[in-house]
């Protein structure tokens, strides 16, 4: 029996202290703080791959570069004006976009409406203004015939100083220890990346352009999965914190541009130990960011896929 609207989706119920969390209730799901994490970062949850509720599977950093400058923006790492003392924008959600531009108390439920025949789910994150001066939203969007996907596009507000680019950076491949970057004709991996990489820093980044990934139509594609057959039974370092050890089933993750630019890059970086700590990555390097990047175009969007292998 189809799925009804009411039990399709995952969103709040309206309530100020309800969990800020939506998307399909058997797919994949986006949460904001307070939801317990870094601040600044959009929450992604695939609970369909064996996951305990709070188990999430990556980040997304919201990360915009005015005009005429070289230094982005970084939401999980730039104090936060509204939150004194704390580390991390402010984030928060509303049913419309004008109301995201001006923050919100209580979690928004999410508008549901039919698009091209299917029904959708959309939620706005506002972001807190950057230091400088730039001033974004985030739509998030969710397809009920594609329940382990969901859309994310970046928005100027009317406040904001004009901007070069504004990257959504999935920020956490190193829990999944995403190795193999899948492209047009040919799998990269990080260990032929950086052979030499290690100790706590991220490697330099490594650039794909738009003609090296691969292509459905006029979208671009481009996957990461990782190495091991058997994830579950590695070694850890004895100090490595247990919410690193890998746990569910194995999968791959996809970012697809249905309509990309011209000057569209994939980008990755590496980090040899676990994040915030000196910890060996079991098995080397693996890649940690990950980044669409291309000319800054109010609502560019692409779609990000989580699917058990």
Same mark, same amino acid.
């Given at each position: 029996?189809?799925?009804?609207?009411?039990?399709?989706?995952?969103?709040?119920?309206?309530?100020?202290?309800?969990?800020?969390?939506?998307?399909?209730?058997?797919?994949?799901?986006?949460?904001?703080?307070?939801?317990?994490?870094?601040?600044?970062?959009?929450?992604?949850?695939?609970?369909?791959?064996?996951?305990?509720?709070?188990?999430?599977?990556?980040?997304?950093?919201?990360?915009?570069?005015?005009?005429?400058?070289?230094?982005?923006?970084?939401?999980?790492?730039?104090?936060?004006?509204?939150?004194?003392?704390?580390?991390?924008?402010?984030?928060?959600?509303?049913?419309?976009?004008?109301?995201?531009?001006?923050?919100?108390?209580?979690?928004?439920?999410?508008?549901?409406?039919?698009?091209?025949?299917?029904?959708?789910?959309?939620?706005?994150?506002?972001?807190?203004?950057?230091?400088?001066?730039?001033?974004?939203?985030? $739509? *998030?969007?969710?397809?009920?015939?594609?329940?382990?996907? /969901?859309?994310? @596009?970046?928005?100027?507000?009317? =406040? &904001?100083?004009?901007?070069?680019?504004?990257?959504?950076?999935?920020?956490?491949?190193?829990?999944?220890?995403?190795?193999?970057?899948?492209?047009?004709?040919?799998?990269?991996?990080?260990?032929?990346?950086?052979?030499?990489?290690?100790?706590?820093?991220?490697?330099?980044?490594?650039?794909?352009?738009?003609?090296?990934?691969?292509?459905?139509?006029?979208?671009?594609?481009?996957?990461?999965?990782?190495?091991?057959?058997?994830?579950?039974?590695?070694?850890?370092?004895?100090?490595?914190?247990?919410?690193?050890?890998?746990?569910?089933?194995?999968?791959?993750?996809?970012? $697809? *541009?249905?309509?990309?630019?011209?000057?569209?890059?994939? /980008?990755?970086? @590496?980090?040899?130990?676990?994040? =915030? &700590?000196?910890?060996?990555?079991?098995?080397?390097?693996?890649?940690?960011?990950?980044?669409?990047?291309?000319?800054?175009?109010?609502?560019?969007?692409?779609?990000?896929?989580?699917?058990?292998?």
């Amino acid at each position: 029996m189809p799925l009804s609207s009411e039990t399709r989706w995952l969103r709040p119920s309206g309530a100020p202290d309800d969990e800020p969390r939506w998307g399909h209730v058997d797919g994949i799901q986006i949460g904001i703080p307070p939801i317990p994490g870094p601040g600044g970062l959009l929450r992604v949850f695939t609970p369909y791959l064996d996951h305990p509720r709070e188990r999430l599977i990556n980040f997304i950093a919201v990360e915009p570069i005015p005009q005429g400058e070289t230094q982005r923006g970084f939401s999980e790492l730039e104090p936060s004006s509204l939150d004194p003392g704390e580390r991390g924008k402010r984030f928060w959600s509303a049913d419309d976009a004008q109301a995201a531009e001006h923050g919100g108390d209580a979690p928004a439920r999410g508008v549901t409406e039919v698009v091209d025949g299917v029904e959708t789910l959309t939620v706005w994150i506002g972001v807190e203004r950057f230091d400088s001066g730039a001033d974004v939203r985030v $739509r *998030v969007r969710f397809f009920a015939d594609r329940p382990h996907e /969901v859309e994310v @596009a970046g928005f100027a507000n009317a =406040a &904001s100083v004009p901007l070069s680019h504004l990257i959504l950076t999935a920020t956490m491949g190193n829990w999944a220890r995403l190795r193999r970057l899948h492209l047009a004709d040919r799998i990269v991996t990080a260990g032929e990346l950086w052979p030499d990489f290690s100790g706590t820093a991220f490697a330099e980044h490594a650039r794909f352009p738009l003609a090296e990934l691969s292509r459905e139509g006029d979208a671009a594609i481009v996957s990461a999965t990782g190495d091991e057959e058997d994830p579950w039974s590695v070694e850890y370092a004895a100090d490595t914190a247990e919410h690193w050890r890998f746990l569910g089933r194995r999968a791959v993750q996809t970012w $697809r *541009v249905d309509d990309p630019h011209p000057e569209l890059e994939a /980008v990755v970086n @590496a980090r040899w130990s676990y994040w =915030a &700590s000196a910890s060996e990555i079991p098995g080397g390097p693996a890649y940690e960011n990950f980044e669409i990047i291309e000319p800054f175009r109010q609502g560019a969007a692409f779609r990000f896929s989580v699917a058990e292998i």
